[in-house]
């Protein structure tokens, strides 16, 4: 069973930072990206960040040059520093893996709040 434990949100004012983590287990397939979605309030889920096998990256326009994603392979491991943060940056974060098949699993989430 595969699972996805995300940790690192809380609450933070507005400039500040916080790094997210999520371990992935239970993985019985290739891997092909990992990354983070978010869900603020009243809206869609969106992808913020992604990595893929090789080390390339993706971001979101509202998120580059403020958050950067990473990535242990031997650990199933994916994190996203969140630099400069902002109050529309207020959401869930969901850790997301992606099999190479295209099949996608998602974490429940650790909700960041961003106070003005």
């Known amino acids: 069973q595969v699972q996805l434990v995300e940790s690192g949100g809380g609450l933070v004012q507005t400039g500040g930072s916080l790094r997210l983590s999520c371990a992935a287990s239970?993985?019985?397939?290739?891997?092909?990206?990992m990354g983070w979605g978010r869900q603020g309030p009243g809206k869609e889920r969106e992808m913020v960040a992604a990595?893929?096998?090789?080390?390339?990256?993706s971001y979101a326009d509202s998120v580059k040059g403020r958050f950067t994603i990473s990535r242990d392979n031997a650990k199933n491991t994916v994190y996203l520093e969140m630099n400069s943060l902002k109050p529309e940056d207020t959401a869930v974060y969901y850790c997301?893996?992606?099999?190479?098949?295209?099949?996608?699993?998602w974490g429940e989430g650790t909700l960041v709040t961003v106070s003005s």
């Open positions: 990595i893929g096998n090789g080390g390339t990256t």
């Open positions: 239970g993985i019985f397939f290739r891997i092909g990206s």
């Open positions: 997301n893996v992606r099999a190479v098949t295209g099949m996608s699993y």
